[in-house]
């Protein structure tokens, strides 16, 4: 066996580190899915009337749907009816403040490096912290209260902002737009809300921090996020769940509306449990994300380092509908063991003058399959629209499989569309290179790696990117020998 | 400090060195020279611990330990130092990032705390004025897009920052014009002590005008068919490899 090919046997090697169970009682729905699940999640949650029946109505719809067959992944039929769709960590009081949590909850979240006390907290990063279906506190509220700004779990947005939800939710991403944002319009329990008034420009990092613990349990949470004209928000999300040896479902939404000059900055850590070397139980992750910049010279940019997960089915778009409007897609998707991650983004060119460059870096490993999918599509009267797109795929070993499938649909001949795409291998010289500086192979890989994943890890908030490095470390950690 | 004993190694069945003898002590500068083919550049990556190479006989002594025992990151954590002929380029990693992985896991090795961010750069800034390497090489990708001169430079500047006790230059002077030569081969000098040692492996004399080693071997056919002093590489330059071949 060849150096190189030893080196990526090890890199399978490495262990999830995230894989902890919690101790925590939860309250959950009994499994299957019918209209009954919905109403009672509905009435967990005390909801309104005309939220009932949004729900409803989508859950109508699902059920003429069928699971969308065209990516490039492969699994076992799900089985919709045996799976827990709503599960909440049983708390005896409701916290009036951040003291009040359990504190096995808290312990969860601390083990996590979360710190859900704001005194300990990062400071500069507001934190909602969602376990299986339900948001278990928010930090930093009150100071970004004072801005205007709202940053609250979806649930509580519901009963106080009603008109907002009602305005926005969606608005981006239809209740009937695919199969599984119609599923989690059904059932979804939580997420977040963040709004940001006209001219505020948020002073702090807003994240939320997805945790499945339950069993059995999807999590269908939504995130929507508002920012007003000539606003500014950062937000990140990162995600982790214990290791089982059965795929549990996650089918997020996410929808963003950038209004009249505003920008929003969304990024993504995701390390959902991948399953084991065998390619046994993991996260099935099915996302819609999609941003509207609705009107002129807005920006949104979707920043994401995809890690975990058995299956990644992914694609965060912008709909590029004001004027010299700007959409931004920066991607580092790794897979080893037996991952499938078929994942990409979509840029619709509406306005006049709009921009959009698409920067994707594909690593793959072990016996993992990773698909870049996109599509660039120019609209009509989309006059002078601009395209650029590069994407790169790293191999490690030849057991794995990168592929690209770029679409591009032009119908407006103003239109400059650019396409980039390569395809490499960490060379056996790079690593005896670092070997002989005194590196050894397992840091010479994250080195190497990290260095082909650097134009989308520099798009990160500071404080993740760090985070990032070390993730894709770990990821990598054990390929070697 | 290192004693080669009829070192012999083969890449894919095929013999390339066929005993080498060659003992090297500490403040030496020795110098292999040999045609093309002869095994020189197999005889500088035998040492840093290239597996491809299969030893099959003979034995290395570094510093009274077995050489050959050692993975090629616990020799560079030891000492020994390869300036590449053809020197790779990682993309995305800067020289300086690179350089501060090296040195902490070489400090790691030896026990040492990892250098702090401002003894680190102060370590830098001393270094690159010894070796005269430009500030802006170290932000950008490691080797990407660097010049054959700024490929070579770098590599000795990575020499001054690890500070190693036996350095192996392999054609260190292939691709450069006579102003990058100078300037490499001052640094080479500049980084000379009694406790260091130096073996440059190079196909032609005129780099051993600059740096001028203590002994000369000729190695031809995976043998070191002749050793002597300056003078030899003189003579070899006068009469070119065939007289050696002769021989």
Redesign the interface.
Known sequence: MSKDNQILEEFTNSEYKYGFESKIESDSAPKGLNEDIVRFISNKKEEPEWLLEWRLKAYRHWLTMKEPEWANIKFPSIDYQDVIYYAAPKQKIKPNSLDEIDPELRNTFEKLGISLQEQKRLTGVAVDAVLDSVSVATTFKEKLGDLGIIFCSFSEAVHKHPELIKKYMGSVVPANDNYFAALNSAVFSDGSFCYIPKGVRCPMELSTYFRINAANTGQFERTLIVAEEGSYVSYLEGCTAPMRDENQLHAAVVELYAAKDAEIKYSTVQNWYPGNKQGKGGIYNFVTKRGICAGDHSKISWTQVETGSAITWKYPSCILKGNYSVGEFYSVAVTNNFQQADTGTKMIHIGKNTRSRIVSKGVSAGKSQNSYRGLVKVMKRAENARNFSQCDSLLMGDKCGAHTFPYIESDNKTAQIEHEATTSKIGEDQIFYCNQRGIDDENAIALIVNGYCKEVLSQLPMEFAVEAQKLLAITLEGSVG | MLIIKDLKASIEGKEILKGINLTVKPGEIHAIMGPNGSGKSTLASVL?????YEITSGSVEYLGNDLLAL???D???EGI??A?QY???????STT???K???N??RK?KGQDALDAVSFLSLMKEKMKLVEIDQSLMSR?LNENFSGGEKKRNEIF?MAM?EPKLSILDETDSGLDIDALKVVSNGVNKLKTKENATIVVTHYQRLLNYIVPDFVHVLYNGKIVKSGTKELALELEEKGYDWIKAA
């Open positions: 840093a611990g290239r597996e491809e993975s090629p990151e020799r560079a954590r130092f390869l590449f020197p790779v380029e990682i993309p995305g990693v990032n690179f350089l992985t090296a040195i896991e070489i090795h990708s990575q690890l």
